[in-house]
């Protein structure tokens, strides 16, 4: 069992930062992916980044590319999404996921369904 918290969501203007951090407990296992999503009201939820707990490969969205960095702290169990040049579109709620190495379920970085566990989301505006 993996149980995820997010937090470090807020209100900032466009062109500001953002750092949100999930804490994994339960995670030990080098083989596992995880990834961070949101979603705004009405809309589906997307996902932005992904990285490997082991190798620390990242993924990213276009959408996100150049302004967030996805990172590890193995030591922590923590996983951060640091998010630089927010604009607008960027509001939404912002979930933490993670992938077991046992789960055969992978439909590609971005999708939530390759994903098992999830957090309580933290909430993240940017206001123009």
């Known amino acids: 069992q993996v149980h995820l918290v997010e937090s470090g969501g807020g209100s900032v203007q466009a062109g500001g930062s953002l750092r949100l951090s999930c804490t994994a407990s339960?995670?030990?296992?080098?083989?596992?992916?995880m990834g961070w999503f949101r979603q705004a009201p009405g809309k589906e939820r997307e996902g932005v980044a992904s990285i490997n707990i082991g190798d620390r490969r990242t993924a990213y969205a276009e959408p996100v590319k150049g302004r967030f960095t996805i990172s590890r702290d193995n030591d922590k169990n923590m996983v951060y999404l640091q998010m630089d040049s927010l604009k607008p579109e960027d509001t939404g709620m912002y979930y933490c996921?993670?992938?077991?190495?046992?789960?055969?379920?992978?439909?590609?970085?971005?999708?939530?369904?390759?994903?098992?566990?999830w957090g309580q989301g933290t909430q993240v505006t940017v206001s123009s």
């Open positions: 339960g995670n030990r296992d080098s083989r596992a992916r």
């Open positions: 996921a993670y992938k077991p190495p046992w789960s055969t379920s992978w439909v590609g970085p971005f999708s939530p369904n390759s994903y098992h566990y």
